[in-house]
């Protein structure tokens, strides 16, 4: 007998005297808790998750449909990627502007050559935002999961408001549990017994979190966010009278 005849039949076993006409198990199990703490706008839940995104560590950015491509082209750049992993149904307009060399992910390639690839970039199927999580389903968008575990830097687009709830709750009434669900809340992250912190170890190093919508959608500022930093720190390293100037 193997294992998992074992287990069923320890279940089996455990349910023979439960009646047929015995409430389900959906109704079993008292589900009267808070859907989400707190009543907040769109633009604060939205605002919330990039706030608790930030906390774990991820880095955050915000833009339109229109600059998304070269937002996503900076920030390869910026990582110094010579080629990207993308998942089959990936919209091709996400990469447009992009200059690394396109890799698609295929069965045959091996957790080797997926790490020589420095970056991927995919979407999601939703993100939460008072626990600053992001899921992957595994739809075409996204890809199987290890393409999201073995490159070093890791690119996930969120469609604001669209994709984003308030709470796990929510986020279970939207999921499919038989999908493959990878919840992901910051870049990888590991500590030792002397709570030395490592990243890396388990997944990218790097997650970059891109909030992304239409530019027509009302309540939102639209900000690239890198572009303005980079802009500010331009303006720092001045001297302090050109800083006036610009200013």
Request: with cysteine.
């Amino acid at each position: 007998m193997s294992s998992r005849e074992r287990v069923l039949g320890r279940v089996r076993r455990a349910l023979a005297d439960v009646p047929r006409d015995d409430t389900p198990y959906e109704r079993a199990v008292p589900r009267d808790y808070l859907r989400e703490h707190g009543n907040r706008t769109v633009e604060e839940t939205v605002d919330l998750l990039a706030e608790n995104l930030a906390d774990y560590r991820a880095i955050v950015h915000r833009t339109d449909a229109d600059d998304l491509p070269h937002l996503i082209k900076r920030l390869l750049a910026q990582h110094g990627s010579q080629h990207v992993l993308l998942p089959p149904g990936l919209p091709p307009e996400w990469m447009s502007a992009a200059d690394p060399t396109r890799v698609h992910d295929h069965p045959a390639s091996t957790p080797h050559e997926l790490d020589e690839i420095e970056s991927v970039v995919t979407g999601c199927a939703i993100a939460i935002a008072e626990t600053g999580t992001i899921v992957l389903d595994g739809s075409p968008d996204q890809g199987r999961r290890r393409i999201t575990l073995i490159p070093d830097h890791h690119i996930c687009v969120v469609r604001v408001p669209d994709q984003v709830v308030a709470s796990v709750p929510q986020a279970l009434q939207r999921l499919d549990p038989t999908r493959p669900l990878t919840w992901i809340s910051g870049p990888s992250a590991t500590s030792d017994i002397e709570l030395d912190r490592v990243e890396g170890v388990h997944g990218p190093r790097t997650l970059e979190v891109i909030l992304v919508s239409a530019a027509s959608h009302p309540g939102f500022e639209y900000v690239d966010l890198a572009a303005r930093r980079e802009r500010v720190e331009a303006v720092l390293a001045q001297p302090a009278s050109d800083q006036q100037a610009a200013q």
